[in-house]
């Protein structure tokens, strides 16, 4: 942390961090003074996803937010949440529901606050499920979708996007095959064993498949059901696919394959047109 | 494959490909030949995994070695075999039975293969649980247990190693928890979402946690029942853990978990001794 409070205030970034307790306050406070930066907070509200955050009932968020304005190294930026239970749900409707509830806590929240002389100045909201879905963005100040960019299998189960629409697939050639599998040189050291964000699990399988030569929303998609490290197992489902033939591999979950990749080539019309460097992968310390 | 081929032949390098069909001895040799080398071929022997290889049955298994010894830049070295299934295995005695039939799989073969006057150098096997639970290598000459090297929770499971002897883990922070969960700074960007190698899925979760002051073997451990990207949700089971604490984690599957850091931190008596840079992962290329 405090190798990124350094660089924020060296390159006066206007740095927000996100926190959720009096212990995650008096921390931040403390890496803020030593950095000596001012750091702006938001507070995190749990609106389902039970991971981080405080909920709208707990006595403590008022608290909180005090503690957050008492420390001078802070500045108490506003609401943050983020939906991914959207990523497990059924269906739009219910995505677009999950939406609707996020919208309206951080709604009553931020009044709640305000009734007490505190300004909000951002209500920040996250999720692309919900960001796809979500039909009123009333009193929202900033969405953060992440997996937006590419899209993957889990927004086309939940009806918000088409197959077509994934930017990202991996790309595996046939390297061996026996009587029930074709077997690619794509495993989980490429693929991750992911069933879908926040361990949703609803895709049945490690990705989709198809040759090359077609496109994802003609083809009779086949399935990747086992993976080893460096080796994919897929369901031939009856096509004569040979040893050498190259697939396209739609993940269930681009963020974390994005991740696994030196470089993404960046293909448009058919045609390889850049490359880019995966730069933060592995950056967890 | 050609940068491979080309390196190895600049390096004066023993190069050794697996292949397993007719097509891929063809697209081996060629490689051989523009790289102007000559490679050693391993034929790869199905013994159960039904990934790649060829099933000891096949009629193809000897035309397979005689195109690979009628190609002039290939020189047939001997069999391969992976006993991957053994990771799915119930306890060590079906580990061990695994193991038996590999090996007498593979002494069936190169009998059949030199009563032909087909010479086989080299019978190599692999897979961590085999190694550790086989009780005869007659007639082996090679093994090559790689998740030996760290062991993780499959071994555990197996009753082939105890939990202290697991030497990778994951140093997490809880930074924030809830009625349900202790959240960690670590998720399926760290441990992976593997369940087990091979997709044997035997863990029912994604990691066991402990106190970094307690050993593995005192501790209570705790469960990581699921996973976001950057985040574990641990299950606190009546335990009193604050905000701040540090856990270790064991992993499910250390091998995809070593591929994900950019560095290893080595300890030793409780001492960081060395920093390891992680250098062949994401070269899928």
Redesign the interface.
């Known amino acids: 942390m405090q190798r990124l409070l350094t660089a924020g205030r060296q390159h006066g970034t206007d740095l927000r961090v996100v926190v959720?307790?009096r212990?995650?306050v008096e921390?931040l406070a403390r890496g803020a003074r030593e950095a000596g930066s001012t750091v702006g907070a938001l507070l995190e509200i749990?609106v389902g996803l039970?991971?981080?955050?405080v909920?709208e009932g707990d006595p403590e968020l008022v608290e909180i937010v005090q503690v957050i304005r008492s420390c001078e190294a802070l500045r108490f930026v506003g609401l943050l949440s983020h939906a991914?239970h959207a990523y497990a749900a059924a269906d739009r409707r219910q995505v677009a529901e999950i939406a609707a509830v996020e919208v309206r806590i951080l709604q009553r929240v931020r009044a709640k606050l305000e009734s007490g002389g505190v300004r909000v100045d951002e209500v920040s909201i996250g999720s692309t499920p919900t960001v796809l879905a979500s039909e009123s963005y009333d009193g929202i100040t900033e969405i953060r979708p992440g997996n937006y960019v590419f899209l993957d299998r889990t927004p086309v189960r939940l009806g918000l996007a088409t197959i077509e629409q994934v930017a990202l697939s991996v790309l595996t050639t046939v390297?061996?095959?026996?009587d029930?599998?074709l077997?690619v040189d794509?495993g989980?050291?490429?693929l991750?064993?992911?069933?879908g964000?926040?361990?949703s699990g609803g895709a049945g399988s490690y990705g989709v498949a198809f040759p090359v030569q077609e496109s994802a929303a003609d083809s009779n998609a086949l399935n990747v059901v086992?993976?080893?490290?460096e080796?994919g197992?897929v369901e031939p489902a009856g096509r004569e696919i040979?040893?050498?033939a190259k697939l396209r591999i739609v993940p269930n979950h681009a963020?974390?394959v994005a991740?696994?990749?030196?470089?993404l080539v960046v293909v448009s019309g058919g045609r390889v047109v850049d490359r880019w460097r995966?730069a933060a992968?592995?950056?967890?310390r």
């Open positions: 959720d307790s212990v995650g921390v749990d039970h991971r981080c955050g909920r991914g390297v061996s095959r026996n029930q599998y077997i794509a989980s050291k490429v991750t064993s992911d069933l964000a926040h361990g086992r993976l080893s490290e080796h197992f040979p040893i050498g963020c974390p991740n696994l990749a030196d470089e995966v992968r592995g950056k967890t």
